[in-house]
């Protein structure tokens, strides 16, 4: 076992512990937590696929920015994740028994010709770098996929606001310009009171 | 690097790009304009639809009525262009013509019951609404799995945000999220199958992916297990079992014009996409997804037509009514091609598309009638609520007779012709067995469908007021009956137009 190999299956077992942690840990921060080790790793595992542009990507993106947020949101939330959990535990002997057939039979299909490392086939030539041929395809033969991204984040954008938004707060304030031209009259109303007799 | 580009052509996505554009006009229109009905906003909207229909219909009404061959001819080419991502054909073309026309019609009807409910009546439901055709629009012409998943993503982002706009309701939330975790699954395996069949032939373009597959030597195994999960997550959208659990939850607790949108117009995007994954791009696979289809088409013209029976809510009755004739329309597409014989193919498949357009047109009018009926506060989507509506309404009584005499099909109306031209294919190719299973189910359907014209015309009304509708929705509800009549009549139009359009794009 050479060292590349080596470092496969390491981290691939660290991917696959921590994303089994995200949905079987009972505080919610420790779920995000470990979320964020299983993207770590699996931009680990890009880069030694040679996906140097994706990996770093990952971590800047998804554990830089979207994971902090979420982490953020966590904490503020006080949501008592025992009773969200309740009767969890229970579906597991079935969930597991099918989660591990379909792994069986997917292995079965598959073969084991499919689950070995990638060895580095697609060797990439010196002088070529991943990241610009990467931007480069983006602005010309995928210009139209790239467009109708910004298509989609546009309509998340609009959904989330729609959805969200419950009209403008106006908040306090006072106008000088009617402070100046207020009469006496506006703010004092008289009133005629008849007299109470008795 | 950049020495092969060429600048792509950008006329043949015209229409794309007006819409797209026009979309982010409305919506910074939107901000300035300070009116609480929207009237601009949706005046907007239909503008550019209407500016659509007629820039894409006058090449079909030149070429069909006034019969000039040029427009035949340019019609008829197939053009790609952002590097082969995008194909412009005539089944593409005439599939988007009929989706502004159904996409204008839907708001239209959905105008007034927008308007009685603040809450959902603001700029963005337009917009969305938009953004929804754009992406129903980029899934038609796409050739490209990219491409195909971005559609698919901008349609189903715009109808997630659209069916939870009710936000104070809980049925609608519920069925947004419903609808949004199946979504994403669906969206899920669609992607999982589409990484196998690239890594089987090793590129994402639909007809390079055929180039291979005809070239021989693609791994087998790989494509089969890429085309289970391709043809599961296509199920999923399409809504047929044994993947149809979201569709009756989600039209039901959608508000009602939302539910006429994913209704409608969504399921010819559907049908294109199918065309171009399997039909274009995995043909050569097709006894493989032939035999997957015929699984799902007959199970779900037994579960849709069934289940349907037990209903008491008429959008829930009309979900499973769509299940089933989901079932019945990829019937169609089962039969192309019978032992390595391609000789049925136009027939089968142009009738699957004939059934596409007439259940469109069919579904249209059916949710239009319960967005008709229905008042502020008051839904109109129980069968009870039609009791004895001859006596408050006879004309919209007749109309809603005739679409569900269509949709059971009943001779002389398009469904009639729609389910007559499937069946025709399917003993074509000699599956008498599947003729007969789809006969049979049809019948059990007919049930529900006529018992809801025995309430509007053999029940007393629990309400005896007449119905209130602006004269554009009375107009426009009345030509909808009065086109699933018509069309019935001179079915040959639509039929060999979408023939003409099929021998020109495969």
């Not at chain 1, 691939?12 to 420790?30: D, E, G, W």
């Not at chain 2, 593409?92 to 009546?121: F, H, Q, W």
């Not at chain 2, 013209?301 to 079932?327: D, E």
């Amino acid at each position: 076992m050479d060292i590349q190999t080596f470092v496969f299956f390491f981290l691939s077992a660290i991917l696959v512990f921590a994303s089994l942690r995200v949905i079987t840990a009972r505080n919610p921060v420790h779920a995000a937590l470990h979320l964020i080790l299983a993207f770590f790793t699996c931009g680990g595992i890009w880069a030694l696929l040679q996906a140097e542009f994706l990996a770093i990507a990952i971590i800047l993106v998804y554990v830089g920015a979207v994971m902090v947020l979420f982490l953020f949101v966590v904490m503020m939330l006080d949501i008592n994740m025992d009773r969200i959990r309740e009767g969890f535990w229970s579906y597991l002997p079935l969930g597991a028994i099918l989660g591990l057939l379909m792994v069986m039979e997917m292995g079965l299909v598959l073969g084991s010709k499919y689950f070995q490392v990638p060895a580095a086939e697609a060797m990439v030539p010196a002088g070529v770098s991943n990241t610009k041929s990467i931007g480069a395809l983006m602005f010309t033969d995928f210009v139209y996929p790239f467009e109708l991204a910004s298509l989609v984040l546009l309509v998340g954008m609009i959904a989330a606001i729609v959805l969200t938004h419950r009209g403008s707060k106006k908040s306090k304030y006072t106008n000088p310009n009617q402070q100046v031209f207020v009469k006496a009259k506006d703010r004092i109303r008289v009133l005629q009171m008849p007299v109470e007799k008795d | 690097m950049f020495d092969n580009f060429v600048v792509p052509n950008l006329l043949p996505a015209a229409p794309e790009l007006f819409l797209a554009a026009m979309a982010l006009f409305i919506l910074l229109v939107d901000l300035v304009v300070k009116d609480g009905r929207r009237t601009v906003i949706y005046g907007l909207t239909q503008l550019t639809l209407l500016t659509l229909i007629v820039w894409r219909g006058i090449p079909y009404f030149r070429a069909i009525f006034l019969e000039q061959p040029d427009a035949f001819e340019a019609l008829s080419q197939i053009t790609y262009t952002f590097s082969n991502m995008f194909v412009i054909d005539m089944m593409g073309d005439l599939l988007k013509l009929i989706l502004y026309m159904a996409m204008s019609v839907v708001l239209a009807y959905s105008r007034a019951y927008l308007i009685e409910r603040e809450v959902m009546n603001k700029g963005e439901y337009y917009v969305l609404a938009l953004f929804a055709t754009l992406g129903m629009m980029v899934m038609i012409s796409a050739n490209h799995f990219v491409t195909i998943y971005l559609g698919l993503e901008l349609l189903s982002l715009a109808l997630y945000a659209m069916v939870a706009m009710n936000r104070d309701s809980v049925a609608s939330t519920e069925a947004a999220m419903k609808y949004f975790v199946l979504g994403a699954l669906a969206s899920g395996l669609l992607l999982y199958g589409m990484s196998m069949i690239y890594g089987a032939t090793g590129t994402l373009e639909i007809t390079a992916v055929a180039e291979r597959l005809f070239g021989g030597g693609a791994n087998r195994t790989l494509l089969v297990f890429g085309l289970v999960f391709l043809v599961s997550g296509l199920a999923f959208k399409l809504g047929v079992v044994p993947f149809h659990m979201w569709i009756p939850d989600v039209y039901h607790g959608a508000p009602t014009s939302v539910t006429l949108l994913i209704g409608s117009a969504p399921k010819l995007a559907a049908f294109a996409i199918v065309m171009r994954l399997l039909v274009s791009g995995l043909f050569v696979m097709v006894a493989d997804w032939q035999n997957m289809l015929i699984i799902l088409s007959v199970l779900s013209m037994a579960v849709g037509n069934l289940a349907a029976i037990a209903q008491t809510n008429l959008k829930r009755m009309l979900a499973y009514s769509a299940i089933s004739h989901m079932g019945f329309m990829l019937l169609g597409i089962t039969t192309g091609v019978v032992s390595g014989d391609a000789g049925n193919l136009l027939n089968a498949y142009s009738a699957s598309m004939f059934y596409v357009i007439a259940y469109v047109v069919m579904t249209t009018g059916a949710f239009g009638m319960i967005l008709l009926m229905s008042r502020a506060g008051f839904e109109a989507d129980a069968i009870d609520d039609f009791k004895g509506l001859n006596k408050r309404s006879p004309w919209f009584a007749a109309i809603m007779l005739m679409l569900m005499f269509s949709m059971a099909g009943v001779p002389f109306f398009i469904g009639f012709f729609a389910k007559f031209s499937v069946l025709q294919a399917v003993v074509a190719a000699g599956y008498m067995w599947l003729a007969l299973v789809a006969v049979f189910f049809s019948l059990i359907g007919a049930f529900y469908y006529l018992r809801v014209v025995k309430v509007m015309y053999f029940d007393a009304p629990v309400d005896e007021t007449p119905l209130v509708a602006g004269t554009n929705m009375r107009l426009l509800i009345s030509a909808n009956g009065l086109a699933v009549a018509l069309l019935g009549m001179f079915p040959q139009v639509i039929m060999s137009v979408c023939a003409y359009a099929l021998l020109r794009s495969l």
